[in-house]
């Protein structure tokens, strides 16, 4: 069985809860990805913050990316998979929650990420198209 462990991406960095989504912008843009956990002081994980939610949530509310908070684009808890959980669990996961990216957490560490990519790399052919249409449909 494949785990999250084995075709997640490491070295997942987060944003602060407090730092600005200007920031979280500019490491976005540094790492070349579309997406940060949002961890807060106590190290924990508050969320994902994307770069739909910025040009949305930020800039097309007329909000100042410089003034606005990562922690405030957080809503509930984040969607999370174990690093010893499977494909399969990866693959019911991002289609129940329609995700495209999963952090995976070892206890209560971030110790990666999983994309979409990773899942449709590691899944046969059939379960990677079941994967897309789940996330591409509303």
């Known amino acids: 069985m494949t785990t999250a462990r084995e075709i997640m991406t490491t070295g997942t960095e987060c944003i602060g809860a407090e730092e600005s989504v200007l920031l979280a912008a500019q490491k976005m843009t540094e790492l070349g990805v579309g997406a940060l956990p949002i961890c807060g002081t106590d190290n924990k994980l508050k969320g994902m913050l994307t770069d739909r939610d910025i040009v949305v949530k930020v800039l097309g509310a007329d909000k100042d990316p410089a003034q606005c908070k990562a922690g405030e684009l957080a809503q509930g808890e984040a969607v999370t998979i174990g690093a010893d959980d499977g494909a399969q669990e990866i693959l019911r996961t991002m289609t129940e929650h329609k995700v495209r990216r999963l952090p995976v957490i070892d206890g ?20 990677v198209g079941d994967l897309v249409e789940a996330l591409s449909t509303d």
Request: hydrophobic share 50%; charged share 15%; proline share 10%.
């Open 108 to 127: 209560h560490d971030l110790i990666g990420m999983v994309a979409q990519a990773d899942v449709a790399n590691a899944l046969p052919d059939p379960q």
